[in-house]
Every structure is written in structure tokens, then in C-alpha cells.
């Protein structure tokens, strides 16, 4: 695989994340440089290629699939303040990402490192020539990076390919409205002709952006929905997300049904707190649509 030129200063490495290559002021800036073992080296390769180094590496945020190879690059790792303490500890991952101490193969990318973090940025910031913009709701620090100049914007995982949603049945988020009010923050960009680039999935622009994105928003309207209609008695999250996996046609998995009961612990914070279900004990936690 070899890098793809986006602009006149730009390009994208492909993988699952890709890693966008920012060229500012004669060097290399990667954003979300990803994991596998040997990624640190193509993407040094490729950035030479260009007669350029490394000179610095931003995150869009902590998760360990997103900045896993950072350490094993020579060059800084900048995140947004509300991440930092996230990729720094590899406890504070499994926090995130799984409610608790993962165990052990539940999640795809658990490595027990730290990865040091050598400053942070605030949203509005413009680090080597790309603005960061609020994407938040699938993190608490979820930082898109816009390149006006080449028109574009790096949204990690402020969305997802169709195939990324279809696989797991529902986004992974932590809070709801937020993942919303980023999704109409980049259809805004859409609009305005700039190409948007999610982590997993490919770049899109136009109307397959605003599709897309749709997509997107339309899951999550209708996971809250389907909350909503299924437990017509007392349910559990973790039957809750069966039946919800079910419904969408994606395999349940241990892993998956695990990693699920994030954003539906999410879903169902927002709900109780509109006063549309509410708590049960009934052999365990149960939650009900409160009529």
C-alpha cells in the first residue's frame, strides 16, 4: 500500500484507521498514525518517499487502534486535553472503551503500553496548519482536524462506513446527542464541499457524504426508537443488546455484545433522563419504557 495524494499538501495512508499525512512547512505531520506491527515502518517509508520525516503525530483521540504504533515513531504525540489521560494508560482504555478491566481478547486492539502524550490542544487550536474542530460523542475528546486549504476534514470516528455499523448493529459511542450534534456539524461541512474522511470506512464528499452521514444519524434515531418498542417487559442491557444485534442482522458475539453494552448504557442514560424508561430490579437491573 502506498500513500494517496488528496490535495497539494495532503495524503491518506489506507488501513482501518487510515492515517492522514499533513506536509506543513517541509515536514510531515501524521494524524491518527494507527497499530499493527510493521505500520510505524511503511509509514516512515512512505513519508520518505516524499523527502520528508516525521516531524509530529495528532490523535483524534485515545483509543488504542488509533494511536497504538505512536511510541515506536520518533516524533511527538499532541491530543486533545480530554484524551491525553486515556492513551497515556492502558487501564484508562479499557475504561473507555469497555466500561471496566477488559478481559482479556475482548478487545481487538488491548496492548499494555503507554503511550505518552507529549502536549494537548483545545478545540479551535491550529496545530501545524490543521484546525481542530469538536467531533465528540463517540469520546469524550473526539477531535476532527480541518485542512481548509486542501478541503478537507480528518473526522476519526465522529462517523462510519456502512459496512463498520452493519458489522456491530450500532455505533460505539458514549453519549448520544452528542454523536448527533457531530454528525450535523460535518453534513454542515458536506454542504460546503468539503471532503470528509472517516478513521474506518472511505472518504466521501457531496451527496455520498450527506447519505452517509444520514446513514449515520438515522442508526442511532432508530436504535433509541427500538429501545423504546422492544422491552415490552422489564429487559437488560445485555438482552437489550441482543435483541438489538438481531434486528440489524449482525452476528452477537461475546466481543461485540460486550463492546455493545457502551453505547446502549449511553442510550439508555438519555432516555431515563427524559423520563421515557425507567429502572427495575427484578432479579437483576431491568429497564422498561415507562408509559
Known amino acids: 500500500m502506498g500513500l494517496r495524494k488528496l490535495g497539494d499538501s495532503v495524503y491518506l495512508y489506507p488501513g482501518s484507521p ?16 494507527g497499530h499493527g506491527s ?17 516531524y509530529a503525530q495528532l490523535a483524534t483521540h485515545g483509543h488504542a487502534d488509533h494511536i497504538a504504533v505512536a511510541p515506536k515513531i520518533d516524533a511527538p504525540l ?31 486492539f488491548q496492548f499494555p503500553e503507554e503511550v505518552k502524550v507529549h502536549a494537548v490542544f483545545e478545540w479551535g487550536d491550529e496545530p501545524f496548519g490543521l484546525r481542530a474542530i469538536k467531533l465528540n460523542g463517540h469520546s469524550p475528546g473526539m477531535t476532527g ?14 462517523f462510519f462506513g456502512e459496512r463498520v455499523i ?9 453519549d448520544p446527542e452528542l454523536f448527533k450534534a457531530s454528525i450535523k456539524e460535518l453534513q454542515n461541512y458536506a454542504e460546503k464541499g468539503f471532503l470528509l474522511i472517516p478513521s474506518h470506512g472511505k472518504a466521501v464528499e457531496g451527496e455520498e457524504a450527506l447519505e452517509l452521514l444520514s446513514f449515520n444519524m438515522k442508526r ?29 442482522g449482525a452476528e452477537p458475539t ?13 442510550f439508555i442514560a438519555t432516555l431515563y433522563n427524559e ?15 415507562k408509559d
Not at 512512505?46 to 516525521?54: A, N, P, S, T, Y
Not at 452493519?166 to 458514549?174: K, N, S
Not at 423520563?275 to 419504557?289: M, T
Open 18 to 33: 487510515s492515517t492522514l499525512v499533513r506536509v506543513s512547512d517541509g515536514k510531515a505531520v501524521l494524524v491518527d498514525p
Open 78 to 108: 499532541f491530543m486533545h486535553r480530554f484524551e491525553f489521560s486515556i492513551a497515556e494508560s492502558p487501564l484508562n482504555r479499557e475504561l473507555l472503551t469497555f466500561g471496566s478491566k477488559a478481559p482479556e481478547g475482548f478487545l481487538v
Open 166 to 174: 452493519e458489522a456491530v448493529g450500532l455505533p460505539y459511542l458514549v
Open 275 to 289: 423520563g421515557k424508561v425507567e429502572a427495575r430490579v427484578e432479579r437483576g437491573l431491568k429497564w422498561v419504557r
Open 220 to 248: 442511532v434515531e432508530e436504535v433509541e426508537g427500538l429501545i423504546l418498542e422492544l422491552p415490552k417487559e422489564p429487559m437488560s442491557l445485555d438482552e437489550l443488546a441482543f435483541r438489538i444485534m438481531v434486528h440489524y
Open 38 to 54: 510493521g505500520r510505524h515502518k511503511d509509514l516512515r517509508r512512505e513519508v520518505r518517499k516524499l523527502g520528508l520525516e516525521i
Open 254 to 266: 461475546p466481543q461485540k455484545l460486550a463492546l455493545n453494552l457502551v453505547p446502549l448504557r449511553a
Open 145 to 158: 482536524f480541518l485542512d481548509e486549504e486542501n478541503g478537507l476534514i480528518y473526522a476519526g470516528d465522529a
